[in-house]
C-alpha cells in the first residue's frame, strides 16, 4: 500500500477551492498534522470560506484507506470534508485525538454535500462523525443528503 506521509503539522492532502474529481484508492496516509490529516475546502478558522457552490472541492473519493494519525501526537481530524460529492468506502480511519479539544474521524460543517460514508471503520475521541459544529456559509452549504451505513464506530 502506497504511504503519504506529512512528516509536520500540515496537512497530508489539502483541497484548495475548485479542486475537482479526484479519486484515491488504497493509499496509506498518515503524519503528525495537528489539526487536519485530510483538509477539504476551508475551515473555520482560517477566514476564507467558499461563497459559491463551484468553489467546494467535488467529486473526491476516498477508496479502500487507511488514513490515521499517531498515538504519540494530538490529531484533531482525520478528515474536514467541506465539500460537494464527497465519498469514504470501505475505508479505516483511526487514531484521531487531542488533549482538551473534540476530535473526529471526519468532520463536515460547511459543504451541501451529498455525503456517503460506507462500510469504513471509523475513530474518533470526541465525535467519531461530526455534521455541523460551525456556522456554514449560507443555508445553501449545509451539509446534506447524507448516506450512512455499514459503518463501525469506535
Not at 70 to 94: C, H, P, Q
Not at 98 to 112: F, I, N, R
Not at 124 to 152: C, K, M, Q, W
Amino acid at each position: 500500500m502506497p504511504e503519504l506521509h506529512s512528516p509536520n503539522s500540515d496537512s497530508v492532502l489539502s483541497f484548495n477551492s475548485g479542486a475537482n474529481k479526484y479519486r484515491f484508492v488504497g493509499i496509506h496516509f498518515t503524519g503528525i498534522s495537528r489539526y487536519n490529516l485530510i483538509k477539504l475546502g476551508d475551515d473555520a478558522d482560517s477566514g476564507a470560506n467558499a461563497s459559491t457552490l463551484s468553489q467546494f472541492p467535488n467529486e473526491i473519493v476516498f477508496d479502500r484507506v487507511y488514513a490515521h494519525g499517531k498515538k504519540t501526537s494530538d490529531l484533531r481530524r482525520v478528515f474536514m470534508a467541506n465539500a460537494r460529492a464527497f465519498a469514504l468506502i470501505d475505508s479505516y480511519v483511526s487514531d484521531a485525538h487531542e488533549v482538551c479539544a473534540d476530535s473526529q474521524a471526519l468532520a463536515a460543517w460547511d459543504g451541501p454535500g451529498p455525503y456517503k460514508i460506507v462500510n469504513c471503520y471509523l475513530e474518533g475521541a470526541g465525535e467519531n462523525v461530526l455534521f455541523g459544529g460551525a456556522d456554514s456559509v449560507s443555508i445553501e452549504t449545509h451539509p446534506a443528503d447524507l448516506e450512512f451505513r455499514g459503518n463501525y464506530v469506535s
